[in-house]
């Protein structure tokens, strides 16, 4: 959709994606070009690192667990490495080997499924980010135990709105607002000049209503919240962010976490690392990205980070 307000061209495009739906706004006369171009690199990133797309790099990583490392495409590589190095940074509570125990849980696809503690225990062995060999020499990537998996599902829309960003820069758009499955990058202005408006989901009640709201320029916000999937069974409340250290669900006293920093590839993975750890273990990762967050905590406590204090305006008490 090509439209004109106050003389600058807008397009847009929805469009769907690394398994949600996306829309791209940019703003300026080369916009529909800007847009077309950043669309086409989401579409390769997806082909590249879907869990789902047979003949991925991800899907044949994980077809050939304990048989032989796969040669990669550099994007993947490059991906793949960043996520051991968050892997690491976060003392384990981000890795993207733990497909075989979300699997097993099955939110949004078993029925409330509660698995024994024998099936959590194997599953659990095949969850560990040291054993993903990179050779970076023949750019291969291999898992060495067999029915070990991986999913970039907690990064890869990270990746791919910082590569739109890059791709809406080359295009000379400075205006922008990208919104990759709730992975928002905030570019310049709004057509009125003011900065952009953003909205912190309350994670207990319906979408669209917020806990409060901040303006952001030039920043990436992503979110991570125990609000989308979950069931309670005998009066405890299980969600489908997984402690890849224990193999239950997160019991981090957090219902969600906002990220508010410069690459949307590490806010993608900072707020699962912080999600799963809590808040007392998440300032050095905070600090190490430059980042600042919203806490909204189990009993509806919300804290913030400094420089957030004085600028976010809550909706309610």
């Not at 800007?34 to 797309?53: K, L, P, Q, T």
């Not at 003949?55 to 796969?70: C, F, K, T």
């Not at 907690?154 to 607002?177: F, M, N, P, T, W």
């Not at 808040?279 to 980042?291: E, P």
């Amino acid at each position: 959709m090509l439209i004109n307000l106050n003389r600058t061209e807008k397009y847009e495009k929805t469009f769907l994606a690394l398994g949600t739906m996306n829309v791209i706004s940019a703003y300026g006369k080369n916009s529909r070009q800007a847009v077309a171009a950043a669309c086409e690199r989401v579409m390769e990133i997806h082909g590249r690192m879907s869990v789902y797309d047979k003949g991925s790099d991800v899907a044949r990583i994980n077809e050939n667990s304990g048989l032989g490392a796969q040669e990669i495409h550099l994007d993947t590589f490059s991906l793949l490495k960043r996520s051991l190095e968050f892997s690491e940074l976060s003392g384990g509570s981000f890795d993207i080997t733990i497909r075989p125990m979300t699997e097993l849980w099955g939110f949004g696809k078993k029925q409330n499924y509660m698995p024994s503690k024998h099936e959590i225990e194997r599953a659990l062995h095949l969850v560990n980010y040291r054993d993903l060999l990179l050779d970076v020499e023949n750019c291969t990537a291999y898992l060495v135990k067999a029915g070990q998996s991986i999913d970039l599902g907690g990064i890869a829309k990270g990746y791919a709105a910082d590569e739109v960003k890059r791709i809406l820069l080359q295009h000379q758009i400075s205006d922008a607002l990208i919104n990759l499955g709730g992975n928002i990058v905030a570019m310049g202005h709004r057509e009125d000049g003011l900065p952009w408006r953003i909205g912190v989901q309350n994670p207990l009640s319906a979408r669209g209503e917020y806990i409060g709201t901040f303006e952001a320029s030039d920043k990436t916000i992503v979110t991570s919240g125990s609000n989308e999937q979950f069931f309670i069974r005998d009066g405890v409340r299980y969600h489908h962010i997984i402690d890849p250290r224990t193999g239950y669900p997160a019991d981090s006293d957090l219902l969600s976490v906002t990220v508010i920093c410069s690459s949307s590839t590490d806010a993608d993975a900072l707020t699962t690392s912080i999600f799963v750890s809590g808040i007392s273990d998440s300032m050095n990762l905070l600090k190490s990205a430059d980042a600042q967050a919203i806490f909204v905590m189990n009993n509806k406590d919300l804290f913030l980070t400094e420089a957030l204090r004085n600028t976010f305006k809550r909706s309610y008490s």
